[in-house]
C-alpha cells in the first residue's frame, strides 16, 4: 500500500471517529440502543482504518494527524448538527490544531 492509500485510510479513519462521537452525543450515556452500536460499529471501522495508515506512516504521526483532524471535523458537526458555537479561544486552539497537523505531516520526519 502506497503513502497515498494511508492518506485516504486516515481521512476514512477521520470520518468514522467523527460518527462515533457524534453517535456518541446521541446515544444519551449509551442508554439508547441504535446509537450507542453505531458508535461501536464506527469506533471499531476507524479503528481498522487506522491500523491500516500504520502500515506506512509512524504510529505517532498517524494518530497526531488523526487525533487533530477528528478534534475539527467533531467541532464542525457540533456547530452544524447541535448548534455548539466554540468561542474566540477555542477557533484560536483549533486553528493551532490544524498548524500542528500541517507541520507534523509537511515537515516531520516519517521514518
Do not use: E, H, W
Not at 10 to 30: E, M, P, R, Y
Not at 68 to 90: D, E, H, K
Request: charged letters at 5%.
Amino acid at each position: 500500500m502506497s503513502v497515498i492509500y494511508s492518506y485516504f485510510f486516515l481521512i476514512i479513519a477521520v470520518a468514522f471517529g467523527t460518527a462515533s462521537n457524534s453517535f456518541a452525543k446521541s446515544s444519551d450515556g449509551f442508554t439508547k440502543l441504535a446509537p450507542s452500536l453505531l458508535s461501536a460499529i464506527t469506533i471499531i471501522l476507524c479503528m481498522y482504518a487506522l491500523s491500516n495508515v500504520m502500515k506506512n506512516i509512524p504510529m505517532g504521526i498517524t494518530y497526531a494527524s488523526f487525533a487533530g483532524l477528528c478534534i475539527l471535523a467533531t467541532s464542525v458537526v457540533g456547530v452544524i448538527r447541535y448548534g455548539q458555537i466554540p468561542n474566540l479561544s477555542s477557533m484560536l486552539g483549533m486553528f493551532l490544531i490544524i498548524a500542528g497537523v500541517l507541520i507534523v505531516n509537511l515537515l516531520g520526519k516519517t521514518s
